[in-house]
Nanobody, 126 residues
Framework: QLQLVESGGGLVQPGGSLRLSCAASGFTLDYYAIGWFRQAPGKEREGVSCISSRGGTTNYADFVKGRFTISRDNAKNTVYLQMSSLKPEDTAVYYC???????????????????WGKGTLVTVSS
């Protein structure tokens, strides 16, 4: 069964850090661009970051630039999202998704992503 599983979410104070992981089972991530998306209550799901299949290209939404870092370890079949300087407005369910077409990920086109995880909740609050 092809699955993406996110982990690492939780409650963190403003200014704190978290590292999210996205692990694949049933398939290898080597050939997929991986994106992180998030959805806050009452809002649409939005793109956060994307990394190309080899890891050579990354891109970020403006609202996380300089605070979040995406990386991947294909040997571990896992992609990471290091989040720092977290703000209350970062509170959301974070999803990872895999795309065979790199541009779908780079442009944060939800409809172009082939596989989705079920998400992990990040709450930023004092």
């Amino acid at each position: 069964q092809l699955q993406l599983v996110e982990s690492g979410g939780g409650l963190v104070q403003p200014g704190g850090s978290l590292r999210l992981s996205c692990a694949a089972s049933g398939f290898t991530l080597d050939y997929y661009a991986i994106g992180w998306f998030r959805q806050a209550p009452g809002k649409e799901r939005e793109g956060v970051s994307c990394i190309s299949s080899r890891g050579g290209t990354t891109n970020y939404a403006d609202f996380v630039k300089g605070r979040f870092t995406i990386s991947r370890d294909n040997a571990k079949n896992t992609v990471y999202l290091q989040m720092s300087s977290l703000k209350p407005e970062d509170t959301a369910v974070y999803y990872c998704a895999a795309a065979t077409v790199q541009s779908m990920c780079r442009m944060f086109l939800r409809g172009g992503m082939n596989y989705w995880g079920k998400g992990t909740l990040v709450t930023v609050s004092s």
